[in-house]
């Protein structure tokens, strides 16, 4: 025993945690308490043992934090999995409303000859090209696109991505333009929008009011 507290007084000396202690020696903490209690270390070593300490902290607080967020996106993941089955097919009547709601939240509602929608997020998207082909039975002649695009973006890459979401012909898209926004001061992260922003185009005056008057519809009956 008393070979193991001289090895347990020296390894202090140099610095070493209980903890470290503990498993170099198999000695149990309540043991080297009483051992160490009265172990003097020099200045450099005290500091070099508080740095070790405080940087076993800060590892264990990551490590906490990370497993709590792991945690909790699990969580909200079985509770966004059950609630999304309460959805099942949705109906034409349904697609209807959607899209209505839709373009009243995202789409340009100014225009008098034109119906324009602007949005960054390929689900919402497709929603619209689907209420415009399946609900408004608009002539695929007469819809085009334009992307919005950043520096970050290779224009090449963002066509072929919004072709595809979309199901709108590369020839239908007008020229793609660069916009550098006040905000993003030209140093947008490379994953934020990383296919720029499409805007959907349909010159029809007759659409724009049909659009118009479902959402004054809906405002009237809700």
């Excluded at 960054?120 to 334009?146: C, G, L, Q, Y």
């Excluded at 916009?179 to 720029?196: A, D, E, F």
Aim: charged share 35%; aromatic share 10%.
């Amino acid at each position: 025993m008393r070979k193991d507290k001289n090895k347990a007084i020296i390894l202090r000396k140099k610095g070493k945690s209980y903890n470290e202690i503990t498993k170099l020696l198999n000695i149990p903490k309540s043991t080297l308490s009483s051992w160490l209690k009265d172990i003097k270390m020099s200045k450099n070593v005290e500091k070099e043992l508080w740095n070790k300490t405080r940087k076993k902290w800060a590892e264990n607080i990551i490590k906490f934090n990370k497993k709590r967020s792991e945690i909790a996106k699990e969580k909200a993941q079985k509770i966004q999995d059950l609630e999304s089955k309460k959805i099942g097919l949705v109906s034409k009547r349904e697609l209807f409303l959607i899209g209505t709601a839709l373009y009243w939240a995202e789409g340009y509602k100014k225009s008098r000859w034109q119906v324009v929608f602007s949005n960054s997020d390929p689900i919402m998207v497709k929603i619209i090209m689907k209420f415009f082909r399946e609900i408004m039975k608009i002539n695929e002649e007469k819809i085009f696109a334009t992307i919005q695009t950043h520096t970050n973006i290779k224009e090449e890459k963002a066509l072929n991505y919004w072709s595809k979401i979309t199901k709108i012909p590369k020839k239908r898209f007008r020229k793609t333009y660069k916009r550098i926004t006040p905000s993003s001061k030209g140093v947008r992260p490379i994953n934020t929008l990383p296919y720029g922003t499409i805007r959907i185009v349909i010159s029809d005056v007759i659409v724009i009011n049909r659009i118009k008057g479902w959402i004054t519809g809906i405002g009237k009956n809700i």
